[in-house]
C-alpha cells in the first residue's frame, strides 16, 4: 500500500493524511477479500468500493460518508463509464471528502488534485515544463512537468477537480477533448511521447459550489460530459446532531477544553442552522423546515461544517471565559459571526429569526437562546 | 387443519403472484382477506367486472368525529388476487378486517397504508444494514426483482423482523384479535379443507400467535362474539352514526398521493407493468415513457444521453446486486444521465413523500410517468355512491331539481338560496357540469348579494358524480376534500389561494375539513409577495370581523388563514428591501397586520408587544425602504408601543427630512397610511403641552424652509402622503396651519384651487417672469 503513497504523507506530522493513508488497513481488508469483478483498471470492486464509502460495520469498515447511499452508488456507476462525475452542492456538504473517498477507493489515491481558482491556468491541469531543461535540451520528456490530469491519464488513475466552476471558462474547456478522445497531445513532443492516451482507470471527479459561481455558466459541451450529482446538507435532524456532536468533541478535547458540549445547546445550535438552511419563516417553524424557498435563504453558508465551528467556538468561550460548557447565549455571540459574515442582509435575517421564529420553540434553552438575543451586534 | 398465513404488502406485485400461486396449489377452502368485514355481504358487487383501479370508499360520522377512508384495489393488490382467484378456486372468500369506521381506523384514511411505516425502526435498521435510501428501495430490492421461489420464506423472515419486538398500537391490536377470531372460525369450519388468510404482513406474525390461541364457539377469549352461524359478528356501528361503505372509480394518481403514515406503494403505473410483464419490460417501459413525456415538453434528450441513462441503470443493478433492474436503478440511471443542473431538491425517491415545489422539471415528468394516469371505471351495474344519493337528496330538497333548463335567481341574504347557493357551488368545485354562475360576488369583500345560475350542457354528469363519489360521502365532506386536494395543487400564488379561500366560503366548508386548513395555512407560509399576501389578509380579516352574508364570521377557517398571513407578512416585511417611492400594496399588508393585531389578537400567535417590537426594529432600520419606516413608526404607535421607544413623531420627522423632500414625503405617506390619527390627533389635543411640539407645526416649518427646488421636486411624494387624510381632516389641518400664521379664513379654501393648476402655474410662471423683468430694469421691488 505505502508503495503507492507519496512520501513523507504517513509521518506523525501530518496534519491531515490523506484518505488512503488514513483508511490503509479498512482499504486493505477490502482488497483482500474483494472476489467481485474490478472495472478495468479499478483497485477495488464497485461493491467494495461502496462498502469502503458506506461502511460495512460487520467486517469492521467505518461509516465515512453521512449520505444517501445510492448517491455513492450513482457516482461510482458513474465513474465507471466514460462520463466524468461532477458534485455539486451548496459549500460544506462534504463534496470534497466524498470525492476523495472516491479516488482512494478507486485509485488507491486522491493525491492527483487539481485545485480550481481564478488563477488557475492550463499548465496546471496538463502539463509545464521545467525552464532549466526546458532551455538546456529543449522539449523532451524529461523537461516535462505533468500536472495531475496527464499523471492521471498515464497512469489509469482517477483525478479531483476541486472548485471546477472557479476556473475561467477557457480553462474549464480544456478539459473538453481530454474527456471525449481521452488523449492529450503535446505538441512540443514527437515521437510516442507526443501523444499521452489515458489508461484504464482514469477519469475525472469534478466539484463546484452552488453558491461561488454555479453551474449555470459552465458550457453546454462540458456539461454534456460529465453526469451531475447533488449533495445535500444530511437530511434528518438526528443524524446531523450525532455527527456534530462527535466532531466538536474531539476538536474540543484538542482545544484543550475539558467538559464536553451540552447536548441541549447542541441541538438548538444544530436546530437553527437546519431552519436558517431550509429558509426560515417559510412555515419551517414546526422545525421540519421542509418548505423553505430561495429568497429566504441566507447568503452564508449555514453547512454541517459550520455548525460544527460554531460549536466548536461557543464551547472554547464558555471553557476558557467561564470555566463551563458553551451556553445558549455564546451560540448567539458565536452566530453572528458564522451566520452573518459581513452581510447585514444575513445579520438582519437571523436577528428577524431569533426575535420572530425562536420564541415559538418549547424548551429551556430556546428560551435561554430567545433571551440572549440582544447579544448579538448591531 | 391449520390456517396457511400469507403476510403481503399491499400493491406488491410479487406478493400478488404469490397469493395466485398459493391459491391454484392449495386449492383452500376459505380464503380470508384483510378488507372491511361489512363488505362480506357484498362481494359480488367487486366482482361484476370493474376496470381497476377502484376503492371501497367508507365514510362515518357521529357527534364526535367524521372520517372518510380508502381500500384502494388494483389490478396487482394481492387483495384482489385473492379475491378473484379465490372465488374461481372455489372457495369461501371474505372479508375479516374490523368496518372502516370502527374507532380502531381513527386517523386512518388509507386501509392499505404500510403498517410497518408506524414502527419505522426496524425497517431503518433493515435498509442501513443493506445501505438503500428507503425502505421502497428495500422492498424492491428483496422481493419485487429477485425470482420468486423462496419468496415466501423470505417474506415471512422479513415481517417476523419487521414486527419484531415492536408494540404495536391498540387500533392495530383491536384489528388484529378481530382477524384472529374470523381465522378461528374459518378453521373450525372448514375441517379439514385448507384455510388461507391474506393480511398485510405486518399483521401477520401476530395473526399466527392469536389464531392459535384461545377462542372457543360461542364466545371467543378476546371479547368478539360469535353469531348463530360461528362466524364472528360484525360490529355495527352506533344507532344515531351514518356509516356505509361503497365502491367508487379509483386511480392511480390519488393511489400515489398518500403521504407519509397513510402511504402505500408508490408508482402505480410501473408495477402495473411489473405485473402485467415484469421488471425488465416494466424498466424499458419506464425508460421510453419518461423519454416520450419529457421530448413532449421539449426537454431535451439525446441518443447519447439515452445510451448514458440506460447504461447507468445497468451498472447500478448490477452494482446493487439486483437480478434484475428495479425502479430505482432506471430512475436513477435517469437522473444521473439528464441532469445536468444543481438540484434544489432532494429526488423525490430517495425518501417517502410526495412532490415539493422547487422539484426539477425533469425530475417531475419522472415521477409522473411512474405515477401514470389511468383512472378505474365501475361496472354500470354498481350500485351508485352515496354522493349520488346525497346530491339527489339536496337537490329536491332545495327544490332546484327542475331540470337541466331552468336557471335560478338566488338572494344570499336569504337563508334558503343561501343553501341553494352552496349547493351549487360545491357541484361547481366537484367539477361536475350542470349549471354555471354567471352573477355573483367575485370576491370577500364584493358588495354583491345576488348570484344568478344559467343552465350548462349536463352530458357526463351522472358519471362526473360516481367519480366525484371518491371524495366523500355527501356534497360538502366532497367539496371539502375536493378543495383540499386544489390546495395541494396550486404553485404558491396568492391568486390561487384567495380563489380556493373564497371558493371555501362561497361552499362553506371551512369548518368542515381540518386538512383543507392546514394546507391553507401551510400554503400561506410559502408565499412570497408581500402585496397580494396583504390583500388576501385584508379580506380575510374583512370577513372574519364583518360576514353577514356566508356564515363565516368568527370561524375557524378563516381564522387559521388570519394568523398564518400575519406571521407570514411579519417575516417578509421585516426583510423588504427596495428604493424610495412608496409601495401602496406594502403600506395595505402593514395596514392589514395592524388591523388583525388590533382586532383579531385572539387568534395570532404573536403577541402585541412581540408586534410592535418589530415594527420599531422596522422602523430604525436603515435599510428598509423609506415608506415602509413611516408605515412601521406608525404601527408601532397605533399598537401603543410607548412613545418614547419610538421617539417623538416630531424629532423623527426631521430626521427623516434631512435625507430629502422625497424621502419625507415617502415616510409620511407610510405614517398617515398607518396611523394619521395617533400622530396628529395627539398633537392636536396636547396643543397645551407647551413643550410638545405638533407635527403639523414641524412639518411646516421643515417645508417652509425647503428651497425651491428641493420642494418642487418633492411636492408629488408630500400629496400622495396628505391624500390618506379624507377631506375634513385635510381641512382641519389647513385651519391648523392659518392659525399657525395668524390668519383667519376658511380653510377650505386652501384645499381646493377653483381653477385649473395648470393655468395657476402657468400664471405663478408669468408673474416671476414679469418680477424679473421688473427688477432688471429697476422698476421692481415695490410689493
Known amino acids: 500500500m505505502t508503495a503507492q503513497t507519496p512520501d513523507g504523507v504517513s509521518g506523525p506530522s501530518v496534519q491531515r493524511p490523506p484518505a488512503e493513508v488514513r483508511y490503509a488497513a479498512e482499504l486493505d481488508t477490502l482488497r483482500a477479500g474483494d472476489g467481485d469483478p474490478r472495472p478495468p483498471g479499478w483497485q477495488l470492486s464497485l461493491r467494495a468500493a461502496r462498502r469502503f464509502i458506506i461502511g460495512d460495520t460487520d467486517a469492521g469498515i467505518s461509516r465515512k460518508f453521512v449520505g444517501n447511499p445510492s448517491l455513492v452508488d450513482r457516482a461510482l456507476v458513474t465513474l465507471a463509464t466514460n462520463r466524468g462525475l461532477m458534485l455539486v452542492g451548496e459549500p460544506g456538504t462534504a463534496k470534497s471528502l466524498l470525492s476523495e473517498l472516491i479516488a482512494a477507493a478507486v485509485s488507491g489515491d486522491s493525491t492527483l488534485t487539481v485545485q480550481g481558482g481564478a488563477a488557475t491556468t492550463e499548465d496546471q491541469i496538463k502539463y509545464g515544463w521545467n525552464y532549466a531543461l526546458l532551455v538546456a535540451e529543449g522539449p523532451s520528456a524529461r523537461s516535462l512537468v505533468p500536472a495531475p490530469m496527464l499523471r492521471g491519464m498515464a497512469e489509469g488513475r482517477l483525478v479531483r477537480f476541486e472548485e471546477i466552476t472557479r476556473c475561467p471558462l477557457e480553462v474549464q474547456d480544456s478539459l473538453l477533448s481530454l474527456l471525449s478522445e481521452r488523449v492529450v497531445a503535446i505538441p512540443e513532443l514527437t515521437g510516442p511521447d507526443g501523444m499521452v492516451f489515458a489508461r484504464q482507470g482514469f477519469n475525472v471527479i469534478a466539484t463546484a459550489n452552488t453558491r461561488d459561481r454555479g453551474v449555470n455558466e459552465m458550457s453546454a459541451a462540458l456539461k454534456r460530459r460529465f453526469n451531475f450529482e447533488t449533495v445535500f446538507p444530511i437530511p434528518d435532524l438526528d443524524t446531523e446532531l450525532a455527527l456534530v456532536e462527535a466532531e466538536v468533541s474531539t476538536l474540543l478535547r484538542r482545544s484543550g477544553v475539558e467538559p464536553p458540549p451540552d447536548r441541549d445547546v447542541l441541538e438548538v445550535l444544530v436546530g437553527t442552522f437546519r431552519e436558517l438552511r431550509a429558509g426560515a419563516g417559510a412555515g419551517g417553524s414546526d422545525g421540519s423546515g421542509g418548505s423553505g424557498t430561495g429568497s429566504d435563504r441566507p447568503s452564508a453558508v449555514m453547512s454541517t461544517a459550520e455548525a460544527v465551528s460554531v460549536a466548536h467556538a461557543v464551547g472554547v468561550r464558555g471553557w476558557f471565559l467561564r470555566g463551563e460548557p458553551g451556553s445558549a447565549a455564546d451560540v448567539v455571540a458565536c452566530l453572528a459571526g458564522t451566520a452573518a459574515k459581513d452581510s447585514p442582509e444575513d445579520l438582519a435575517r437571523l436577528r428577524r429569526y431569533l426575535e420572530q421564529h425562536v420564541p415559538r420553540r418549547r424548551g429551556p434553552q430556546w428560551q435561554a437562546l430567545y433571551d440572549a438575543r440582544h447579544l448579538l451586534a448591531d | ?783
Open chain 2, 1 to 783: 387443519m391449520s390456517a396457511v398465513f400469507l403476510g403481503v404488502r399491499h400493491h406488491s406485485p410479487a406478493c400478488a403472484r404469490l397469493v395466485e400461486r398459493t391459491i391454484e396449489e392449495l386449492r383452500p377452502a376459505h380464503v380470508l382477506v384483510e378488507g372491511p368485514a361489512d363488505m362480506n355481504a357484498r362481494l359480488d358487487e367487486l366482482l361484476l367486472g370493474h376496470e381497476l383501479p377502484v376503492a371501497v370508499f367508507s365514510h362515518y360520522r357521529d357527534g364526535q368525529r367524521a372520517a372518510t377512508s380508502w381500500a384502494p384495489l388494483c389490478d396487482y393488490s394481492p387483495e384482489w388476487i385473492a379475491l378473484r382467484a379465490g372465488r374461481a378456486a372455489g372457495a369461501e372468500v371474505r372479508f375479516i378486517d374490523l368496518p372502516a369506521w370502527h374507532p380502531a381506523f381513527a386517523e386512518r384514511t388509507n386501509r392499505y397504508a404500510d403498517a410497518e411505516v408506524r414502527y419505522a425502526e426496524a425497517t431503518e435498521r433493515l435498509c442501513r444494514h443493506f445501505a438503500v435510501d428507503s425502505s421502497d428501495a428495500l422492498w424492491d430490492r428483496l422481493f419485487e426483482v429477485e425470482p420468486d421461489n423462496g419468496l415466501a420464506a423470505r417474506l415471512d423472515a422479513y415481517f417476523a423482523l419487521v414486527r419484531g419486538d415492536a408494540e404495536a398500537d391498540s387500533g392495530d391490536r383491536a384489528r388484529e384479535a378481530y382477524m384472529a377470531a374470523w381465522v378461528r372460525a374459518a378453521v373450525a369450519a372448514a375441517g379439514e379443507g385448507p384455510v388461507l388468510v391474506v393480511t398485510g404482513g405486518f399483521h401477520q406474525p401476530a395473526l399466527r400467535v392469536l389464531a392459535s390461541s384461545g377462542g372457543d364457539r360461542g364466545s371467543d377469549a378476546h371479547g368478539w362474539a360469535l353469531g348463530a352461524d360461528g362466524w364472528p359478528e360484525v360490529p355495527a356501528p352506533p344507532e344515531e352514526a351514518q356509516a356505509g361503505s361503497f365502491l367508487v372509480p379509483y386511480s392511480f394518481r390519488q393511489l400515489d398521493a398518500f403521504a407519509g403514515y397513510q402511504s402505500g406503494m408508490p408508482s402505480p403505473a410501473y408495477y402495473q407493468q411489473v405485473w402485467e410483464a415484469g421488471p425488465r419490460a416494466a424498466a424499458d417501459a419506464l425508460l421510453r415513457v419518461v423519454v416520450e413525456r419529457l421530448r413532449a415538453r421539449k426537454f431535451p434528450v439525446s441518443t447519447a444521453d439515452l445510451i448514458a441513462a440506460r447504461s447507468l441503470a445497468e451498472g447500478l443493478t448490477a452494482l446493487r446486486g439486483h437480478p434484475r433492474p428495479a425502479r430505482i436503478d432506471v430512475l436513477d440511471g435517469l437522473a444521473g444521465a439528464l441532469i445536468t443542473d444543481d438540484l434544489d431538491r432532494p429526488l423525490p425517491w430517495t425518501t417517502r413523500g410526495t412532490l415539493t415545489t422547487g422539484t426539477h422539471p425533469a425530475v417531475v415528468e419522472m415521477v409522473a410517468a411512474c405515477s401514470g394516469d389511468r383512472v378505474g371505471r365501475l361496472h354500470p351495474a354498481t350500485p351508485a355512491p352515496p354522493l349520488v344519493h346525497d346530491v339527489a337528496a339536496q337537490l329536491g330538497r332545495l327544490g332546484l331539481d327542475g331540470g337541466g333548463g331552468s336557471s335560478y335567481r338566488l338572494d344570499l341574504t336569504d337563508a334558503a338560496d343561501l343553501e341553494r347557493s352552496r349547493v351549487l357551488h360545491r357541484l361547481r368545485v366537484l367539477g361536475i357540469p350542470g349549471h354555471g354562475r354567471t352573477a355573483g360576488p367575485e370576491h370577500g369583500i364584493d358588495p354583491v348579494f345576488t348570484e344568478r345560475w344559467e343552465p350548462r350542457p349536463s352530458q357526463g354528469r351522472e358519471a362526473a358524480l360516481v367519480e366525484a363519489g371518491a371524495y366523500g360521502a355527501s356534497l360538502a365532506e366532497a367539496a371539502a376534500a375536493a378543495l383540499t386536494e386544489r390546495t395541494q395543487g396550486v404553485a404558491a400564488g396568492a391568486d390561487a389561494l384567495a380563489e380556493v379561500l373564497f371558493d371555501a366560503v362561497l361552499c362553506g366548508v371551512g369548518t368542515l375539513s381540518e386538512q383543507l386548513l392546514t394546507e391553507l395555512v401551510a400554503r400561506t407560509g410559502e408565499l412570497k409577495a408581500v402585496g397580494p399576501l396583504g390583500d388576501v389578509l385584508a379580506t380575510t380579516l374583512g370577513l372574519w370581523r364583518h360576514d353577514r352574508v356566508f356564515g363565516v364570521a368568527r370561524g375557524p377557517l378563516l381564522a387559521a388563514v388570519i394568523d398564518g398571513a400575519t406571521e407570514r407578512l411579519l417575516w417578509l416585511l421585516e426583510g423588504a428591501r427596495g428604493g424610495p417611492g412608496v409601495d401602496l400594496p406594502r403600506l395595505r399588508a402593514v395596514v392589514a397586520v395592524r388591523n388583525a393585531v388590533l382586532h383579531a389578537q385572539e387568534l395570532l400567535a404573536v403577541s402585541r408587544p412581540t408586534v410592535a417590537g418589530i415594527a420599531l426594529r422596522i422602523s430604525r432600520d436603515a435599510d428598509a425602504p423609506i415608506d415602509l419606516r413611516g408605515a412601521a413608526f406608525g404601527m408601532h404607535r397605533a399598537l401603543g408601543g410607548s412613545p418614547g421607544a419610538s421617539g417623538d413623531p416630531a424629532a423623527a420627522v426631521r430626521s427623516v427630512a434631512a435625507a430629502g423632500a422625497d424621502a419625507l414625503g415617502d415616510w409620511l405617506a407610510g405614517l398617515f397610511a398607518l396611523a394619521r390619527d395617533e400622530v396628529t390627533g395627539e398633537a392636536e389635543g396636547g396643543g397645551d403641552r407647551s413643550g410638545a411640539e405638533s407635527l403639523v407645526d414641524v412639518l411646516d416649518s421643515v417645508v417652509c424652509a425647503l428651497p425651491d427646488h428641493d420642494f418642487l421636486s418633492g411636492l408629488p411624494a408630500l400629496r400622495q402622503a396628505f391624500a390618506f387624510f379624507p377631506p375634513r381632516e385635510r381641512e382641519r389641518i389647513a385651519g391648523q396651519l392659518l392659525r399657525r400664521r395668524g390668519v383667519r379664513g376658511s380653510s377650505r379654501t386652501l384645499l381646493r384651487t377653483t381653477a385649473d393648476p395648470l393655468v395657476i402655474a402657468r400664471a405663478g410662471a408669468l408673474e416671476r417672469n414679469v418680477s424679473r423683468l421688473l427688477s432688471r430694469y429697476g422698476l421692481g421691488a415695490a410689493p
